[in-house]
Nanobody
Framework: QVQLVESGGGLVQPGGSLRLSCTAS????????VGWYRQAPGKQRELVAG???????NYADSVKGRFTISRDNAKNTVYLQMSSLKPEDTAVYYC?????WGKGTLVTVSS
């Protein structure tokens, strides 16, 4: 059974940066591709950034130019570098690949 574990969330001030990590227990990111999703209270889960199995990134309009998704195949880890964070980025961030999901990591952007 593949497991995905997110880390790196926390409290950050507006304008700050965080880097999230998602580590898989197997080499699945080059097979399925991977996405970072987020869910804010009272809202639906939305795709923030994705990376195809071939390494092509895509981003939601709301985060373009601020977030960067990347992958380290040797470590079975995908990163989400988040910069210029806004209060509206506050959410639980999840990593998903194929049918596999992590449990999420909370990002709170507040002064």
């Amino acid at each position: 059974q593949v497991q995905l574990v997110e880390s790196g969330g926390g409290l950050v001030q507006p304008g700050g940066s965080l880097r999230l990590s998602c580590t898989a227990s197997g080499s699945i990111f080059t097979i399925y591709g991977v996405g970072w999703y987020r869910q804010a209270p009272g809202k639906q889960r939305e795709l923030v950034a994705g990376l195809t199995s071939g390494g092509t990134p895509n981003y939601a309009d709301s985060v373009k130019g601020r977030f960067t998704i990347s992958r380290d195949n040797a470590k079975n880890t995908v990163y989400l570098q988040m910069s210029s964070l806004k209060p509206e980025d506050t959410a639980v961030y999840y990593c998903g690949a194929g049918v596999y999901w992590g449990k999420g990591t909370l990002v709170t952007v507040s002064s």
